[in-house]
Nanobody, 118 residues
Framework: QVQLVESGGGLVQAGGSLRLSCAAS????????MGWYRQAPGKQRELVAV???????NYADSVKGRFTISTDNAKNSTNLQMNSLKPEDTAVYYC????????????WGQGTQVTVSS
């Protein structure tokens, strides 16, 4: 069974930084994509950043130049470095991975709260 565990959320003042981490464990053959989504109160869940293995990296326009996703397939992990944080970044952040076991499937972390105060 595959499980994603994420950490690194917290409270930070505007202009500050946070680093989110996520690691998968279990019966993993390969991971084809890793990314981060977020959901603010009253809003739909939105893609923040995603990196396809051997392929492209994409960011939401709202975070370009401020957030950086990194991945390490050997460690089944991903990080999201969040700089120059704004109050609008306040949300629950979810780690995402598309993992191949017997078949390909999307997996989600438990979510971690990021709160940016002004």
């Amino acid at each position: 069974q595959v499980q994603l565990v994420e950490s690194g959320g917290g409270l930070v003042q505007a202009g500050g930084s946070l680093r989110l981490s996520c690691a998968a464990s279990g019966s993993i053959f390969s991971i084809n994509a890793m990314g981060w989504y977020r959901q603010a109160p009253g809003k739909q869940r939105e893609l923040v950043a995603v990196k396809i293995s051997g392929g492209s990296t994409n960011y939401a326009d709202s975070v370009k130049g401020r957030f950086t996703i990194s991945t390490d397939n050997a460690k089944n992990s991903t990080n999201l470095q969040m700089n120059s944080l704004k109050p609008e970044d306040t949300a629950v952040y979810y780690c995402y991975m598309y993992i191949i076991t017997h078949w390909g499937k999307a997996y989600w972390g438990q979510g971690t709260q990021v709160t940016v105060s002004s």
